[in-house]
């Protein structure tokens, strides 16, 4: 009786730890990451699809996620061929060789009125750097949906063409080192 009592206990602390923490997938097809990249001149944006991910919750906080980016699928919000086969090329994103972007979430703060600080790493070209930022979250009736704007250094992923940290006397053809990613994600 003893025995049956103990296994009873245990089985049943481990079914609220796995109750405690939830495990979401992303809907890939209802994702949006949009991506805007300046110049001296101006700016460039675009869209770009999550290829897969998921998100693991618990306590009102962020446990961890792995998100896999599609790099094949840059588009232009202007229609230039030219420059999404730029960024699709050595100079920039290299997608032939690395036709995959990953990000992975490690941890956040628990989320306040909505919004919490997450922290993980982000792995461009084979390069893997943390970064850090802001996600807001909202409850629909099509899932939990969160908001991020992520500011990437692509310098420090060995994406430097056009940097004038890297370049001098590049003038107006000078192309900011920080792109943004904006996170329209959804998790069911």
């Known amino acids: 009786m003893k025995k049956a009592f103990i296994v009873l206990a245990f089985s049943t602390l481990i079914f609220i730890n796995i109750e405690a ?23 460039h944006d675009g869209g770009i699809s999550l290829q897969s991910g998921w998100l693991s919750l618990k306590d009102n906080k962020i446990q ?8 094949t699928t840059i588009t232009s919000n202007e229609k230039l061929d030219n ?30 009125k909505g919004t919490a600080s997450v922290k993980g790493n982000l792995t461009i ?3 893997t750097n943390p970064v850090e930022f802001k996600a807001a979250t909202q409850k629909k009736d099509d899932g939990n949906w969160y908001f991020a704007n992520i500011v990437v250094d692509r310098t420090k992923y060995n994406v430097r063409y056009g940097s004038g940290s890297f370049f001098d006397n590049l003038g107006d053809k000078t192309i900011y080192d920080d ?3 904006k996170v ?3 998790v069911k």
């Open 83 to 112: 420059l999404v086969g730029h960024l699709k090329s050595d100079d920039f994103f290299g997608v032939e060789k690395f036709p995959t972007a990953k990000l992975v979430l490690s941890e956040s703060t628990g989320f306040d």
């Open 184 to 186: 329209s994600l959804l």
């Open 21 to 43: 923490q939830q495990k979401l997938t992303a809907d890939v097809s209802k994702t949006k990451l949009e991506w805007l990249g300046e110049k001296v001149t101006g700016k």
């Open 64 to 71: 961890s996620g792995e998100f896999v980016i599609d790099m």
């Open 125 to 127: 070209k084979g390069v």
């Open 179 to 181: 792109f943004n990613i």
